[in-house]
């Protein structure tokens, strides 16, 4: 097997390495909640995700209500009485303060016998670079009645800490199709996807959407014709979360079949579908579906999904292909899961599967 050192590529984020052999190892980004201490002045504070980035600024925003921003009483209001807002920062472990820009009016004075409100809205911001570190940080809002601290937790960075490629080496098999796994460890991703790309020729797999199992690992399946060329082949992982995308690259074999492939064509079909949806409501699969290097004209495929969670598929109906080879199906679902489109093999030519799309139903 041939080994090699490759750069973990990022869109929009940081490198890290690969080892040959589909071992992963290398640094990102993971999103955590913020988690509050209670405060006089300042309420309902909410901070969106917080983590440490791979490369580029992150700006966090944050909300906050001011309690009895006018005092409390039902008597006129006086400029005195009302809340302002002096300084705001935030102070990572081990490090010194940042600004945290702050937005926020008073409301407007009331007459007297009117109720004074209760709450007026706030909202600020801050930045998170790649050297920051994670934990707990301390956000500070000073207003004309005091210091009010709170703790913010940032996460550290996404990580694709390991892949597999199951079996390795591949060995195609004359007139059979070979079922390959890939498994991959990624750290606090939303999204992690997968492609086996020959190094020889212009051939792949598109795995699409790994699924996240109980045991804490990303998984996919496909499967090798007997043609598939052989020799070293790229596993790619990409990662992503927000705005940040890390892809991974290592390597892995495929042995040509003793006896030679088959006479069967190749099928292949590909897979689009909505990345939401809503409940109950009908959405469209499309793709298109080739035999060889020309549309397969009118073959119908089967479509299938999985409930996210579980462990196997289930056959959802037919689609039909024009003369073009390409498909439509609507479909509904109430949950969140996978979508995959088969085409069936016959005689002459091997059945294939789509890549694996993930919908997340609303």
Do not use: C
Not at 192 to 206: F, I, L, P, R
Not at 209 to 223: M, P, Q, R
Not at 292 to 301: D, E, H, R, W
Request: proline share 4%.
């Amino acid at each position: 097997m041939k080994k090699r050192m490759r750069l973990l590529l990022a869109t929009a984020t940081g490198v890290a390495v690969l080892v040959g052999g589909a071992s992963l190892s290398s640094a990102s980004a993971s999103v955590s909640q913020a988690a509050y201490a209670a405060a006089d002045d300042i309420t309902n504070v909410s901070v969106s995700s917080a983590y440490v980035p791979a490369d580029k600024e992150l700006e966090v925003s944050v909300t906050f209500a001011v309690a009895n921003p006018l005092g409390s009483g039902t008597g006129p209001a006086q400029d005195a009485d009302k809340v302002s807002i002096t300084s705001a920062d935030i102070t990572p472990p081990g490090k010194s303060a940042k600004a945290v820009s702050v937005s926020y009016t008073a409301p407007a004075n009331v007459a007297d016998g009117q109720p004074r409100p209760t709450t007026a809205s706030g909202s600020g911001k801050f930045t998170i670079t790649k050297d920051d570190p994670s934990g707990d940080w301390t956000l500070k809002i000073v207003t004309s009645r005091g210091t009010n601290s709170f703790t913010v937790k940032v996460a550290g960075k996404q990580g694709i800490t390991g892949a597999s490629v199951n079996p390795n080496p591949v060995n195609l098999l004359k007139g059979h199709e070979v079922k390959v796994t890939v498994q991959a460890a990624v750290k606090d991703a939303s999204l992690v996807s997968a492609k086996m790309t020959s190094d020889t020729t212009s051939e792949y797999y598109d795995l699409g959407s790994l699924e996240l199992g109980s045991d804490g690992y990303y998984t996919g399946t496909v499967y090798f014709t007997d043609d598939s060329a052989p020799g070293d082949w790229t596993l790619e992982i990409s990662a992503n979360r927000g705005g940040e995308t890390l892809k991974g690259v290592g390597s892995f074999t495929v042995n040509a079949p003793v006896g030679g492939a088959s006479k069967k064509a190749k099928s292949k079909v590909t897979l689009g579908a909505p990345s939401k949806a809503k409940a109950s409501t009908a959405f469209k699969l499309y793709g298109k579906v080739t035999r060889g290097s020309k549309a397969y004209s009118g073959k119908i495929v089967e479509v299938y999904f999985k409930k996210k969670g579980t462990t196997k598929y289930k056959f959802m109906g037919f689609a039909k292909a024009t003369s073009t080879g390409k498909y439509t199906k609507a479909v509904k679902q109430r949950y969140d899961g996978y979508w995959r489109v088969k085409v069936p093999a016959t005689s002459k030519t091997y059945g294939s599967w789509s890549s694996q799309k993930f919908v997340d139903v609303k």
